[in-house]
């Protein structure tokens, strides 16, 4: 019989299948972790573009490895916001430094890059701070991948985010690559979960129930029409908490493919990505597969693992919160170019940058979550 931790020819829910084909295999692993751009995985249970390990431990300790440990790393199969200009680092490294504000400037201040990818994004925080900033921050990167070569010795390179965070975490495309399970109304109009073999062939299974049923009811509630779709987002919104939950005093933001409770996709958002071309999700490892996240859901989570400290969770979309950090895309004054040509030339560029960052029907219509803990909200500057 196949090994049902290998795939190989077995019939499998997506998340499973998901964690699989991202993460890898272990014995200790498992399929309940999490992960991210970069991703992490802690006990709760859900995956991530990178990926970190469980709470049981390491993600590929006697198992086999996952399409996030590849040497290319995410940024060669597509492009986030990290990717398409240092502007977004910058526009982070403000946001870090309203968080230190509010907390009062301690001698200690968290930044913690979520799903981190090749440390990329925390590489381009730390160059942009100012230095009184810098010197006081403690950086951490949660990726599930080995450390890459040549990363500043100052950064701490963990496969889960420290318990106590006074700071800002950051997730940056984390949620979306959370596995989760995807259900169709087959003829008869009850939700089933599919199951998927190494080769992405489908079949329906078992009625959704339980927990996931209740989920689908609140968050996205299927006609009874057959094959409509949907994502089950409980897993994200078990590791969005478990993020909040180990924020002291300070914000945690996740940034991502997003959709809200009166907008659902009818047929779900499942998909993949290969070599910077979107493709069919297959979860034999050669591909990312990734879905949209109901950040509304994750909101209340997050809400809900804040408690007393936390105010009220905000979505923003990323054109609005980039703005708020300066990050605003307007073309440079066309007598610029008589009297310093080579700077029109720069903020040009720039301004083209923001654009891509800000843009309508693309990186500005991502969603920003933005949870305070403890002090209040550095964007409420930010009209939603």
């Known amino acids: 019989m196949v090994d049902e931790m290998t ?6 829910g997506w998340r499973a299948a998901t964690q699989s084909a991202l993460y ?25 573009t990178g990926g970190t390990a469980d709470a049981g431990g390491t993600a590929d ?31 982070v490294a403000r946001l870090l430094c309203r968080v230190d504000e509010a907390l009062g400037r301690p001698a200690s201040l968290d930044f913690v890059d979520m799903a981190a990818g090749r440390g990329e994004l925390v590489t381009a925080v730390l160059a942009a701070l100012p230095a009184d900033v ?14 890459p ?18 700071g800002l975490l950051f997730a940056n495309e984390w949620l979306d690559n959370v596995p989760v399970e995807v259900v169709e109304v087959d003829s008869t109009g009850v939700a089933r979960l599919l199951l998927v073999r190494d080769d992405g062939a489908e079949r329906p299974g078992e009625p959704v129930s339980g927990a996931q049923a209740q989920w689908l009811a609140r968050w996205w509630p299927l ?59 297959v979860p034999d490892g050669t591909c990312d597969i990734t879905a949209h996240v109901a950040l509304d859901a994750c909101a209340e989570a997050g809400e809900t693992a804040a408690g007393e400290p936390g105010l009220p969770a905000r979505l923003l979309t990323q054109r609005t919160a980039l703005r708020a ?33 800000t843009a309508p029907g693309g990186l500005g219509d991502f969603g920003w979550l933005l949870q305070p803990v403890g002090i209040a909200d550095p964007l409420a500057d930010a009209d939603p």
């Not at 070569?149 to 006074?166: D, F, K, Q, V």
């Open 24 to 48: 890898g295999t272990g014995d200790t692993a498992g399929t309940a972790g999490t992960g991210g751009t970069g991703g992490t995985a802690d006990a709760g249970g859900t995956g991530g």
């Open 149 to 166: 070569e040549g990363l500043a010795h100052r950064i701490e390179w963990l496969s889960e985010p420290p318990r106590e965070i006074t």
């Open 61 to 91: 300790a006697g198992g086999t490895g996952g399409f996030y440990r590849r040497a290319e790393g995410p940024a060669g199969h597509f492009r986030t916001s990290v990717h398409a200009s240092p502007l977004f680092a910058a526009a």
């Open 223 to 281: 006609a009874a029409e057959e094959g409509l779709r949907a994502e089950i987002g409980l897993p994200r919104d078990t590791a969005w908490a478990s993020a909040v939950a180990c924020v002291v005093r300070g914000l945690a933001v996740a940034v991502d493919y997003a959709h809200s409770a009166d907008a659902r996709p009818p047929f779900g958002t499942l998909t993949g990505f290969r070599e910077g071309r979107e493709t069919a999700p």
């Open 7 to 12: 795939g190989s020819g077995e019939w499998r």
């Open 325 to 357: 950090l300066g990050i605003a895309g307007a073309r440079p004054p066309l007598a610029l170019a008589s009297t310093d040509p080579t700077g029109y030339v720069r903020a040009l560029a720039s301004a083209g940058e923001a654009a891509e960052l």
């Open 134 to 147: 810098a010197a006081r921050t403690r950086a951490c990167a949660v990726e599930i991948a080995d450390r």
